[in-house]
């Protein structure tokens, strides 16, 4: 832990997937993530970056965010004002994968958006990033253009 890190922050991957949102919802959905971070650091790997999948539907992030801006409470409120919905309107539901938790929202019967941390709930820098590398590798055909 530097001298500059805190504990309600953590530095690591997220990665964010369009399921059924249309490209306005998706890019205010979009543009509220690449905000977060510590967008001021003197740490150039603080500073939020992404990278974005070959079809534009998923974008993977990195930066030192603070937890509770990347909670399911505060994904699921940035949801419901996208739609301009009460929060109790958008559920969600949890599941692991080899990656990190992944959540997915949904909003009048239909998926909406998928989040996965990589490298688990409370990771550090190294365990998220070998995640995110690894699900690139394995995706590779969506994250890589051909050779």
Same mark, same amino acid.
């Given at each position: 832990?530097? /001298?500059?890190? %805190?504990?309600?922050?953590v530095?690591?991957? &997220?990665?964010?997937? #369009?399921? #059924? &949102?249309? @490209?306005p919802q998706? =890019?205010t =959905?979009l543009? !509220? /993530?690449?905000? =977060?971070? %510590?967008n001021?650091?003197?740490?150039?790997?603080? %500073?939020?970056?992404w990278? /974005? %999948?070959l079809?534009n539907?998923?974008?993977?992030f990195? @930066? &030192?965010f603070?937890?509770?801006r990347i909670?399911i +409470?505060a994904?699921?409120q940035r =949801?419901?004002? /996208?739609?301009?919905?009460?929060?109790a309107?958008?559920?969600?539901t949890?599941a692991?994968t080899?990656?990190?938790?992944?959540v997915?929202?949904?909003?009048n019967?239909?998926n909406?958006?998928r989040?996965v941390?990589f490298? !688990?709930?409370?990771?550090?820098w190294?365990?998220?990033r &070998?995640?995110a590398?690894q699900?690139?590798k394995?995706n590779? +055909?969506?994250w890589?253009?051909a050779?």
């Amino acid at each position: 832990m530097s /001298i500059e890190d %805190r504990e309600d922050e953590v530095h690591c991957y &997220l990665g964010v997937e #369009n399921l #059924n &949102l249309t @490209a306005p919802q998706k =890019l205010t =959905l979009l543009d !509220g /993530i690449k905000a =977060l971070g %510590r967008n001021d650091s003197g740490q150039p790997c603080h %500073r939020n970056h992404w990278r /974005i %999948r070959l079809d534009n539907e998923a974008m993977i992030f990195e @930066a &030192l965010f603070e937890i509770e801006r990347i909670s399911i +409470a505060a994904v699921k409120q940035r =949801l419901a004002d /996208i739609f301009s919905v009460p929060v109790a309107n958008v559920t969600h539901t949890t599941a692991s994968t080899v990656y990190g938790p992944l959540v997915t929202f949904r909003y009048n019967s239909q998926n909406k958006a998928r989040l996965v941390q990589f490298g !688990g709930v409370t990771p550090t820098w190294d365990e998220s990033r &070998l995640a995110a590398l690894q699900y690139v590798k394995d995706n590779q +055909a969506a994250w890589e253009p051909a050779a």
